[in-house]
């Protein structure tokens, strides 16, 4: 989760919603990212979209069953249909998201996915609080 958090970061000083993600595959990072749709202008650019691209091209395969997902907030629904078809092996996030996350949707992972939340909750949450925070100052 420290790597994601540090893309959530990246992507907070580059002005994109910080969300962070890391896809590990038999204790090796192999996809590290942040949000990128500003930079991209494309909507579809979340972080998860963009590790889940870079860690099948790596292994070379659409599905990712022995990698674990690593993303600072609940994905939304389209980055839960994409772990779905990918059929990743875990996936934990940092905080739930009650507007936007798939678990509030009744959207489910694939049914071999493991999934936790909670782990590293209060820096997850705070730097999302922090950036919106600020959108509202200025």
């Known amino acids: 989760m420290k ?28 996809a590290r990212a942040h949000n990128l749709t500003e930079t991209f202008g494309d909507i579809t650019a979340h972080a998860e979209m963009l590790v889940i691209h870079l860690a099948s091209h790596f292994l070379g395969k659409k599905y990712i069953r022995e990698c674990t997902l690593y993303v600072t907030v609940e994905p939304c629904i389209m980055c839960a249909g994409a772990l779905f078809w990918a059929q990743i092996g875990r996936v934990v996030c940092g905080t739930n998201s009650s507007k936007r996350g798939f678990l509030c949707t009744g959207i489910k992972l694939h049914p071999r996915t493991q999934f936790k939340s909670g782990i590293m909750k209060n820096k997850c949450r705070n730097i999302l609080q922090k950036f919106f925070l600020l959108k509202r100052k200025i």
């Open 3 to 30: 790597i994601a958090l540090e893309e959530a970061f990246t992507a907070f000083h580059k002005d994109e919603v910080p969300i962070g993600a890391a896809i590990i595959y038999k204790k090796t990072v192999i």
